[in-house]
Protein backbone atom coordinates (compact mmCIF):
# COMPACT_ATOMS: atom_id res chain seq x y z
CA UNK A 1 0.00 0.00 0.00
CA UNK A 2 1.60 3.49 -1.19
CA UNK A 3 -0.55 6.70 0.70
CA UNK A 4 -0.29 8.09 -3.30
CA UNK A 5 -2.85 5.47 -4.13
CA UNK A 6 -5.17 6.44 -1.50
CA UNK A 7 -5.19 9.98 -2.68
CA UNK A 8 -5.49 9.12 -6.31
CA UNK A 9 -8.80 7.63 -5.25
CA UNK A 10 -9.75 10.53 -3.36
CA UNK A 11 -9.13 12.58 -6.34
CA UNK A 12 -10.87 10.30 -8.58
CA UNK A 13 -14.08 9.98 -6.82
CA UNK A 14 -14.04 13.78 -6.71
CA UNK A 15 -13.62 14.47 -10.01
CA UNK A 16 -15.40 11.09 -11.69
CA UNK A 17 -12.43 11.18 -14.81
CA UNK A 18 -9.86 9.56 -14.95
CA UNK A 19 -7.96 11.75 -17.23
CA UNK A 20 -8.79 14.82 -15.44
CA UNK A 21 -7.58 13.36 -12.14
CA UNK A 22 -4.19 12.38 -14.02
CA UNK A 23 -4.14 16.22 -15.16
CA UNK A 24 -4.75 16.87 -11.40
CA UNK A 25 -2.26 14.13 -10.24
CA UNK A 26 0.64 15.04 -12.72
CA UNK A 27 0.77 11.68 -14.27
CA UNK A 28 -0.05 10.17 -17.28
CA UNK A 29 -3.50 8.52 -17.77
CA UNK A 30 -2.11 4.74 -18.18
CA UNK A 31 0.19 5.54 -15.11
CA UNK A 32 -2.70 6.61 -13.55
CA UNK A 33 -4.98 3.82 -14.10
CA UNK A 34 -2.32 0.88 -13.25
CA UNK A 35 -2.18 3.41 -9.81
CA UNK A 36 -6.23 2.72 -9.17
CA UNK A 37 -5.70 -1.18 -10.62
CA UNK A 38 -2.56 -1.60 -7.81
CA UNK A 39 -5.19 -0.51 -4.91
CA UNK A 40 -7.64 -2.35 -6.39
CA UNK A 41 -5.76 -5.52 -6.39
CA UNK A 42 -4.36 -4.53 -2.62
CA UNK A 43 -8.06 -4.67 -1.29
CA UNK A 44 -8.87 -7.37 -3.12
CA UNK A 45 -12.04 -6.20 -4.79
CA UNK A 46 -12.98 -3.31 -7.28
CA UNK A 47 -13.20 -0.16 -6.01
CA UNK A 48 -14.90 1.37 -9.59
CA UNK A 49 -17.44 0.71 -11.86
CA UNK A 50 -15.53 1.08 -15.33
CA UNK A 51 -19.12 0.28 -16.91
CA UNK A 52 -20.74 3.85 -16.07
CA UNK A 53 -19.90 7.15 -17.53
CA UNK A 54 -18.79 9.47 -15.64
CA UNK A 55 -16.89 6.91 -13.49
CA UNK A 56 -18.75 5.95 -10.27
CA UNK A 57 -17.52 4.03 -7.13
CA UNK A 58 -18.71 0.48 -6.16
CA UNK A 59 -19.70 -0.13 -2.96
CA UNK A 60 -16.74 -0.94 -2.27
CA UNK A 61 -15.44 1.93 -3.17
CA UNK A 62 -17.87 4.05 -1.20
CA UNK A 63 -16.22 2.32 1.75
CA UNK A 64 -12.81 3.15 1.33
CA UNK A 65 -13.50 6.27 0.39
CA UNK A 66 -14.92 7.23 3.82
CA UNK A 67 -12.08 5.52 5.00
CA UNK A 68 -8.98 6.53 2.54
CA UNK A 69 -10.37 10.25 3.60
CA UNK A 70 -9.84 9.89 7.04
CA UNK A 71 -6.71 8.23 7.03
CA UNK A 72 -5.01 11.25 4.66
CA UNK A 73 -6.16 13.56 6.92
CA UNK A 74 -4.96 11.80 10.34
CA UNK A 75 -1.59 11.28 8.43
CA UNK A 76 -1.43 14.95 7.07
CA UNK A 77 -2.40 16.34 10.93
CA UNK A 78 -0.11 13.85 12.57
CA UNK A 79 3.06 15.61 10.11
CA UNK A 80 2.07 18.71 11.02
CA UNK A 81 1.94 18.34 14.75
CA UNK A 82 4.79 16.65 14.29
CA UNK A 83 6.71 19.83 12.58
CA UNK A 84 5.37 21.76 15.27
CA UNK A 85 7.26 20.42 17.50
CA UNK A 86 10.94 20.87 15.39
CA UNK A 87 12.62 24.11 15.78
CA UNK A 88 16.12 23.14 14.39
CA UNK A 89 16.84 23.32 10.66
CA UNK A 90 14.75 26.61 10.06
CA UNK A 91 17.38 27.71 8.43
CA UNK A 92 18.26 24.82 5.95
CA UNK A 93 16.78 25.23 2.83
CA UNK A 94 14.73 22.13 1.19
CA UNK A 95 15.21 22.24 -2.36
CA UNK A 96 12.97 19.68 -4.94
CA UNK A 97 14.48 19.70 -8.22
CA UNK A 98 14.05 16.70 -11.18
CA UNK A 99 17.53 14.73 -11.59
CA UNK A 100 18.62 16.33 -14.74
CA UNK A 101 18.78 19.66 -13.13
CA UNK A 102 20.20 17.95 -9.53
CA UNK A 103 23.31 16.58 -11.32
CA UNK A 104 24.46 19.57 -13.83
CA UNK A 105 22.29 22.87 -12.96
CA UNK A 106 21.90 22.59 -9.20
CA UNK A 107 25.86 22.62 -8.05
CA UNK A 108 26.81 25.71 -10.40
CA UNK A 109 24.14 27.33 -9.75
CA UNK A 110 24.05 27.12 -5.62
CA UNK A 111 27.81 28.10 -6.02
CA UNK A 112 27.07 31.22 -7.44
CA UNK A 113 23.93 32.05 -5.54
CA UNK A 114 26.38 31.66 -2.56
CA UNK A 115 28.77 33.87 -3.92
CA UNK A 116 26.00 36.77 -4.45
CA UNK A 117 23.85 36.34 -1.69
CA UNK A 118 25.67 34.54 1.53
CA UNK A 119 26.17 31.32 3.17
CA UNK A 120 23.40 29.40 2.88
CA UNK A 121 22.40 25.45 3.87
CA UNK A 122 20.64 23.41 1.79
CA UNK A 123 18.64 19.96 1.48
CA UNK A 124 18.59 18.33 -2.04
CA UNK A 125 16.00 16.21 -2.97
CA UNK A 126 16.25 14.69 -6.48
CA UNK A 127 13.37 12.91 -8.15
CA UNK A 128 11.06 12.71 -11.22
CA UNK A 129 9.70 16.14 -12.44
CA UNK A 130 6.22 14.70 -11.30
CA UNK A 131 7.21 13.75 -7.67
CA UNK A 132 9.55 17.02 -7.48
CA UNK A 133 6.19 18.86 -7.68
CA UNK A 134 4.58 16.60 -5.50
CA UNK A 135 7.06 17.65 -3.02
CA UNK A 136 6.07 21.23 -3.09
CA UNK A 137 1.93 20.27 -3.37
CA UNK A 138 2.39 18.31 -0.34
CA UNK A 139 4.68 20.99 1.63
CA UNK A 140 7.37 19.04 1.66
CA UNK A 141 10.01 21.32 0.24
CA UNK A 142 10.31 25.02 0.72
CA UNK A 143 11.81 25.25 -3.15
CA UNK A 144 10.85 23.53 -6.80
CA UNK A 145 13.75 24.02 -9.70
CA UNK A 146 12.15 22.66 -12.72
CA UNK A 147 12.44 22.55 -16.37
CA UNK A 148 9.41 24.45 -18.57
CA UNK A 149 8.34 24.18 -21.99
CA UNK A 150 5.33 26.37 -23.23
CA UNK A 151 3.72 23.05 -24.94
CA UNK A 152 4.37 20.97 -21.66
CA UNK A 153 3.14 23.69 -19.03
CA UNK A 154 3.12 22.90 -15.05
CA UNK A 155 0.10 22.47 -13.38
CA UNK A 156 0.33 24.40 -10.63
CA UNK A 157 -2.22 27.36 -9.49
CA UNK A 158 -0.82 30.53 -9.88
CA UNK A 159 -3.15 31.26 -6.72
CA UNK A 160 -1.26 29.46 -4.71
CA UNK A 161 2.20 29.02 -6.24
CA UNK A 162 4.89 32.19 -7.02
CA UNK A 163 7.28 31.57 -9.72
CA UNK A 164 10.65 33.46 -10.73
CA UNK A 165 12.57 32.49 -13.97
CA UNK A 166 16.38 31.48 -13.47
CA UNK A 167 17.14 31.30 -17.55
CA UNK A 168 17.47 29.34 -20.22
CA UNK A 169 18.54 26.29 -20.99
CA UNK A 170 19.25 24.28 -24.06
CA UNK A 171 18.09 20.51 -25.36
CA UNK A 172 19.94 18.84 -28.02
CA UNK A 173 21.32 15.89 -29.34
CA UNK A 174 24.50 14.80 -28.69
CA UNK A 175 26.59 11.94 -29.36
CA UNK A 176 30.20 10.19 -28.62
CA UNK A 177 32.80 11.55 -30.87
CA UNK A 178 35.03 9.42 -33.31
CA UNK A 179 38.60 9.61 -33.60
CA UNK A 180 38.08 12.60 -36.29
CA UNK A 181 36.26 14.28 -33.39
CA UNK A 182 33.00 14.09 -35.76
CA UNK A 183 29.78 12.58 -33.94
CA UNK A 184 29.45 8.93 -33.93
CA UNK A 185 25.21 9.21 -35.28
CA UNK A 186 24.32 12.03 -36.62
CA UNK A 187 20.87 13.43 -37.46
CA UNK A 188 18.66 12.97 -39.39
CA UNK A 189 18.98 9.31 -40.04
CA UNK A 190 18.46 7.62 -43.16
CA UNK A 191 15.13 5.53 -44.02
CA UNK A 192 17.70 2.10 -44.78
CA UNK A 193 20.26 3.04 -41.58
CA UNK A 194 17.85 3.74 -38.41
CA UNK A 195 19.89 5.52 -35.73
CA UNK A 196 20.51 3.54 -32.27
CA UNK A 197 18.87 5.99 -30.12
CA UNK A 198 19.24 6.37 -26.19
CA UNK A 199 15.52 7.20 -25.19
CA UNK A 200 13.74 8.86 -22.34
CA UNK A 201 11.33 6.68 -20.00
CA UNK A 202 7.50 6.95 -20.98
CA UNK A 203 6.20 9.95 -19.58
CA UNK A 204 9.68 11.56 -18.38
CA UNK A 205 9.23 15.21 -19.18
CA UNK A 206 12.19 15.79 -20.99
CA UNK A 207 11.31 12.85 -23.15
CA UNK A 208 7.77 14.61 -23.91
CA UNK A 209 10.16 17.46 -25.19
CA UNK A 210 12.18 15.11 -27.49
CA UNK A 211 8.87 14.54 -28.92
CA UNK A 212 8.51 17.82 -30.26
CA UNK A 213 11.50 18.33 -31.33
CA UNK A 214 10.81 14.91 -33.75
CA UNK A 215 7.45 15.96 -34.91
CA UNK A 216 9.05 19.23 -35.69
CA UNK A 217 11.37 18.17 -37.71
CA UNK A 218 10.56 18.32 -41.59
CA UNK A 219 11.85 14.64 -42.20
CA UNK A 220 11.44 11.71 -40.08
CA UNK A 221 14.56 11.05 -37.79
CA UNK A 222 14.49 7.71 -38.22
CA UNK A 223 15.69 6.93 -34.74
CA UNK A 224 15.90 3.19 -33.62
CA UNK A 225 15.00 3.10 -29.38
CA UNK A 226 17.80 0.92 -27.94
CA UNK A 227 17.32 1.57 -24.63
CA UNK A 228 15.86 4.08 -22.11
CA UNK A 229 15.53 5.67 -18.91
CA UNK A 230 14.25 8.45 -16.53
CA UNK A 231 17.38 10.47 -16.23
CA UNK A 232 19.17 12.56 -18.49
CA UNK A 233 22.48 11.56 -16.71
CA UNK A 234 21.91 7.57 -17.36
CA UNK A 235 21.26 8.43 -21.13
CA UNK A 236 24.80 10.48 -20.82
CA UNK A 237 26.38 7.54 -19.79
CA UNK A 238 25.08 5.35 -22.69
CA UNK A 239 26.34 7.92 -24.55
CA UNK A 240 29.56 8.34 -23.67
CA UNK A 241 29.98 4.66 -24.14
CA UNK A 242 28.88 4.86 -27.93
CA UNK A 243 25.75 3.25 -27.73
CA UNK A 244 23.98 5.67 -29.28
CA UNK A 245 22.30 9.29 -29.72
CA UNK A 246 20.57 11.07 -26.76
CA UNK A 247 19.19 14.46 -26.35
CA UNK A 248 20.39 16.26 -23.49
CA UNK A 249 20.42 19.86 -21.25
CA UNK A 250 23.26 21.32 -22.64
CA UNK A 251 24.38 22.16 -19.17
CA UNK A 252 24.56 18.71 -18.70
CA UNK A 253 27.52 17.83 -21.28
CA UNK A 254 29.38 21.03 -20.87
CA UNK A 255 32.51 18.99 -19.42
CA UNK A 256 32.20 16.05 -21.99
CA UNK A 257 32.16 19.04 -24.84
CA UNK A 258 34.78 20.89 -24.02
CA UNK A 259 36.87 17.44 -23.64
CA UNK A 260 35.85 16.00 -26.22
CA UNK A 261 34.13 13.15 -25.44
CA UNK A 262 30.86 14.25 -26.72
CA UNK A 263 29.90 16.49 -29.52
CA UNK A 264 26.38 17.61 -31.18
CA UNK A 265 24.26 15.31 -33.26
CA UNK A 266 23.10 17.68 -35.64
CA UNK A 267 24.18 21.18 -37.00
CA UNK A 268 23.88 23.89 -34.47
CA UNK A 269 20.17 25.01 -33.92
CA UNK A 270 18.87 22.41 -35.85
CA UNK A 271 16.82 19.05 -33.89
CA UNK A 272 17.05 21.56 -30.53
CA UNK A 273 14.65 23.34 -28.60
CA UNK A 274 15.16 25.88 -25.89
CA UNK A 275 13.96 25.38 -22.21
CA UNK A 276 13.24 27.85 -19.69
CA UNK A 277 14.49 27.51 -16.13
CA UNK A 278 11.97 28.05 -13.45
CA UNK A 279 11.98 27.72 -9.02
CA UNK A 280 8.51 28.19 -7.50
CA UNK A 281 7.58 28.55 -4.08
CA UNK A 282 3.91 28.51 -2.24
CA UNK A 283 2.59 31.74 -1.63
CA UNK A 284 3.53 33.03 1.93
CA UNK A 285 0.21 34.05 1.97
CA UNK A 286 -1.19 30.37 2.26
CA UNK A 287 2.10 28.99 2.97
CA UNK A 288 3.14 26.10 5.15
CA UNK A 289 6.32 26.26 5.60
CA UNK A 290 7.58 29.49 6.02
CA UNK A 291 11.23 29.93 6.74
CA UNK A 292 13.22 33.04 7.07
CA UNK A 293 15.96 31.92 5.38
CA UNK A 294 13.69 31.01 2.63
CA UNK A 295 11.57 34.44 2.61
CA UNK A 296 15.10 36.14 2.36
CA UNK A 297 16.32 33.71 -0.78
CA UNK A 298 13.37 34.70 -2.49
CA UNK A 299 13.45 38.24 -2.16
CA UNK A 300 17.02 38.34 -3.42
CA UNK A 301 15.90 36.41 -6.26
CA UNK A 302 13.38 38.42 -7.01
CA UNK A 303 14.92 41.38 -7.33
CA UNK A 304 17.84 39.97 -9.54
CA UNK A 305 15.58 37.57 -11.86
CA UNK A 306 12.38 37.89 -13.91
CA UNK A 307 9.47 37.44 -11.90
CA UNK A 308 5.88 36.06 -13.20
CA UNK A 309 3.22 36.24 -10.82
Not at 20 to 48: K, M, N, Y
Not at 100 to 117: E, I, T, V
Not at 176 to 187: E, S
Amino acid sequence: METKWLEDFVSLAETRSFSRSAQLRHVTQPAFSRRIQALEAWAGVDLVDRSSYPTRLTGAGETLLAQAVEILGNLQATRNMLRSHQSAGQDMLEFAVPHSLAFSFFPHWLMDLRQRFGAIKSRLNALNVHDAMLQLSEGNCDLLIVYHHASQPLQLDPERYQMASLGHETLAAYAKADANGQPMFRLPGHPGHKIPFLSYASGAYLGRLVELIAKASPEPLNLDAIYETDMAEGLKAMALEGHGLAFLPASSVAKEIKSGRLVQAAQAGQYELSMELRIYRERPEVARRTKPAALALWDFLTGSVVVAA
